[in-house]
Structures are given as C-alpha cells and as structure tokens.
C-alpha cells in the first residue's frame, strides 16, 4: 500500500477481511473504503476503525454489566437458527445464562459506535468461553477450559480493543 500510495490518497481494499489495511491505511494518513462478502468481516473491519468515545465506551460497558442478572427466559438463539443444535453441548449452562443476559441487555443500547465495539466484544469470547478447546482440527469438548461467567473475560476484551481503536489517528476514516 505504501509503494503504491501517497498520503491523502484513498486506498480500495475489495476483501477487507477484518480491516488491517483499513487500520494501516489510517495510520499512514489515508483514508479507505473496505468491502467484503462477509458480514463479520465488515463489522470488525467498522469497528477497527470508526472513533470512539472511550469515556462514553467505558461507561456504556459499567452499564452493561451493572446488576446483570442472567434470566433463562431469554431466547439465547438468534431467530432462524436450527432447533436441531442442542447449545448444552458448547457451553456450560451457567455460561449459556450469561451469554443470553449479556446479548439481551446490549439490545438496550442505541446504534452508536461504542454499542458495536461492545458487540465485537461479545463476538469475541464466545468460542473462548465455550466447551470447546483450542486444539486444531475435530472439536474437541472439554468442560475444564469452560469459563461459567464470560464477564471478566469480556471486560478485558473491550477495554484492550477500546485501547486499540483509542489509539487511531482522528483523521479521515472510511
């Protein structure tokens, strides 16, 4: 990108992926328009490098995990997802009641960058909580490496990638 690009000069990036050229474009002073087929994608890659609040971000989370209570009466499932997946076998029940309290309680929040930062977070330790072990290949379950409450891992996450997203220059962003 370097080589083929100047500074203030726009940079295409068709599959973006999670956004590191989105992030090493700002960093280098030029702005970037990513695309890519994969919705998650998109969302990480807008996250990495859409500004944030970090005061408003670090309040959003105090609030999101103040007096969480998890119910089982919330739909841990998005809609449309098959009934045949039987979630007890990825996750520890206490763990499956704090995912689905953690998700219902973020709808709460208006659309804001900080909301999707939040989200990502979300996103991103739920395979690390789960049942499932790190080992490559098959999946492997493993009650041991299960964390019952996703909450302080969730708490670092955000507030490591806040830390990241702080750092961005303030200039043009895509």
Known sequence: MLQHSAPGDAVLDPMCGSGTTAVEALLNDRACDGLDVNPLATLLGQVKTTPVDASHARSMLADWLRDLCPD??????????????????FFLPETTAWLKALRA??????DCPEKELLRVGLLGIVRKVSRATSQQG???????????????????TILRNLDAVARLPRGRHP
Do not use: C, K, T
């Open 105 to 110: 309680r973020l709808q709460d929040f208006g």
């Open 72 to 89: 089982p009466g919330v739909d841990a499932l998005p809609a449309g997802w098959p009934p045949s997946v039987d979630i007890s076998r």
């Open 138 to 156: 098959r999946l492997f379950m493993d009650v041991d490496s299960a964390e019952p409450d996703p909450r302080a891992r969730l708490e670092r």
